[in-house]
Each structure stands twice: as C-alpha cells, then as structure tokens.
C-alpha cells in the first residue's frame, strides 16, 4: 500500500514569511509524528498525535510552530515568521497504535530553506 | 532521561567486509531499540527493532543486531558488505515511561563501502 507522503518536497522561502507543510499517512495509521533533523541538532522530535487524545507539543521548539492534525488524518505543520534557523528537513511519521513498540514509517520530508 | 550515542559518525569498509556500527543508549527503564537507514534523499527505512525476547535480532538486507543489556549496547553488524549498503544509519530508542512513543535518535554513522 501507498507509505507516508509529504508535500511540498523542497520549500524555499524568505524569512519573516508563513510556511506549511503537510503530511499524508498511512491509512488506518492512528499515531502521527512531526521530526526535524537539522545539520546542528541531528534528528529531534516534534510532536505526536494520537486518535482524539491531546497532542504531545513537548518537542517544539518556539511558539511560532504549530500543527493540526485534521479528522484523525492528513497533519500540517506551521512555522510562522520563519527564521533562517529553522532550514532543515522536516519528517513526518505514522504508525499503527502510537505505541512504543511500534514502527514508525516515515515519509521521505520537507527541505525546507529560509532565505 | 534517555539518550543514544554513536561511535564514528564515518565508518567506511571494503566491499564484503564486516560491517560493525555501534549505538550504546542510556535508559532508566527497558528500553525498545532500533536501527533506521536513510538513502540520500529519502526517509528513514526500519532495518529492525528489539522490543522483548530473543536479543539477537535479524534485520532486513542481511543485518543484525544484539541487545546487550549489561553493556546497555546494541551494535548492528552485517557479515559482507554491498556497495548498495551506503548510506546513513541511525540506532534509536523510545519506551520512556512519560512517553514511551518518542523516538530518541543517535547523531548518525554515515557508512562508506569500498570497491
């Protein structure tokens, strides 16, 4: 079956500007992560969703990220007043229960690059 | 808190030689372990995970790896390696009791082969 998709595959844009990037998982798939892996910090949590339950926003790292997780499904992740520290590349995962056991399939990312 | 470290963040081998990746973690609870690989530019792919039983665990591509508990070590081998075997290799943890579903990664071993 179809894994992880993510859109846009490279996202270049100006800082100060708004960016979203969006993350399609694996049907049936009730957990969702959000990582950034970054040349400097390497690969770090974001956040987790699972089913209804409260999102894990313990991994983000300033108010000016956010993300929503829509009918238990398709996630966006938003960085507003993007700065230049915020380049990397943004992998979205998914997995069965949202367990600790659990695979996580990941998605091949967003470049992105703040200008 | 856990954590994960990686022994040589370069490791390069002739093609059919032992390959031998190191990933020690520090964890206050059992942890859950695994082996991720990223090709250039994609995500990460699941090469195996130790969650119970048997410690030597059989990945795909022919690798492996054993839990060790009283070296808290989980070091991925394969016997001969592939020029196809290039690539990036991240050993991580999760299984923490406040959240257990996060995904703690090591700094990477990016594996060269050899002709």
């Known amino acids: 079956g179809a894994g992880v998709s993510q859109s846009p595959s490279n996202k270049v844009t100006e800082k100060g500007k708004d960016v979203e990037l969006r993350c399609d998982p694996i049907?049936?798939?009730?957990?969702l992560y959000w990582y950034r892996q970054s040349l400097g910090q390497g690969l770090e949590f974001l956040i987790y969703?699972?089913?209804?339950?409260?999102?894990?926003k313990s991994g983000l790292p300033s108010d000016r990220f956010s993300a929503e997780r829509t009918g238990g499904s398709v996630s966006t992740l938003t960085i507003q007043r993007t700065q230049q520290e915020d380049s990397a590349v943004y992998l979205c995962?998914?997995?069965?229960?949202?367990?600790?056991?659990?695979?996580?399939?990941f998605g091949p990312g967003t470049r992105l690059t703040v200008l | 808190a856990q954590s994960v470290t990686q022994l040589g963040s370069h490791v390069s081998v002739s093609e059919g030689a032992l390959v031998l990746l190191r990933c020690n973690y520090s964890s206050s609870v059992p942890p859950y372990l695994f082996w991720y690989v990223q090709y250039p530019n994609q995500g990460l792919q699941l090469l195996l995970k130790y969650t119970t039983g048997a410690t030597l665990v059989k990945g795909i591509n022919g690798f492996e790896a054993e839990f060790k508990k009283s070296e808290t070590s989980f070091h991925l081998t394969k016997p001969s390696a592939h020029m196809s075997d290039a690539a990036e290799y991240f050993c991580a943890v999760s299984g923490a009791m406040d959240s257990s579903y996060k995904l703690i990664f090591g700094s990477g071993t990016r594996l060269l082969v050899r002709p």
């Open positions: 995962a998914s997995s069965p229960q949202g367990w600790g056991t659990d695979t996580q399939y």
């Open positions: 969703f699972q089913g209804n339950s409260a999102p894990d």
């Open positions: 049907s049936g798939h009730t957990a």
